[in-house]
């Protein structure tokens, strides 16, 4: 009987931290859905075998690298941006470390732990003390407002099309015969990183196509 109340005990404190860890932190910052089941599944599934694995007393490291080996082979199938990739590794981490309390006795530790992890990634999330500056590559087809004279005639029809407010632009690689030339547009407002919920790629054939 006291197995199983540590047992519920361990679960539920490894759901409160990935529930709050996806719905309060990562999910207000992003608003993309595509990756909440994924994170939520994975920490709980992760969290009961590694508890099974415990109990038969094999290895937890055995454990985290089965689940290691998993997420490399079956992931790298659909790329994942470094953000979410972040995530999933946290995600994944916290079920092991908070496993070992059911064989460790070590709760006040663990709690900690998990409190110091959800407010580290509160912190960097938020950007307090931070600065962030980030940048979209764009393909652009109106190859005269390249000209440093219009420059200024450039940043308004970006900021128009794209709805962000750019701070500098570098200029790439130009293809006089197709007329398109090939943008770095930085911003600093790192909220603006939800500007659009397209790919790079559905942005850059937005701007390409877009004509006024």
Known sequence: ??????????????????????RFIYYPSTHDKRYV???????????????????????????????????????????????????????????????????????????????????????????????????????YEKIELIHPDHRAELISDLENRTGIKIKRINIGKINFLRDTVDLKVYYEDARQENWISASDADLVSMVKFDDD
């Open 1 to 22: 009987m006291d197995e199983m109340v540590t047992f519920l005990l361990g679960f539920g404190l490894n759901f409160l931290a990935a529930l709050v860890l996806v």
């Open 37 to 139: 089941f994924t994170f939520l599944a994975f920490n709980t599934i992760i969290f009961f075998v590694v508890s099974m694995l415990a109990q038969l007393e094999v290895g937890i490291g055995v454990g985290f690298g089965l689940f290691a080996v998993f997420s490399i082979l079956r992931y790298r199938t659909d790329p994942i941006p470094v953000r979410e990739m972040t995530y999933l590794f946290v995600i994944a981490a916290l079920p092991v470390m908070n496993s070992a309390a059911l064989s460790g006795g070590i709760w006040p530790q663990i709690i900690i732990a998990n409190i110091a992890v959800l407010a580290l990634l509160m912190v960097l999330e938020k950007g307090w003390g931070f600065r962030y500056e980030g940048y979209k590559r764009i393909t």
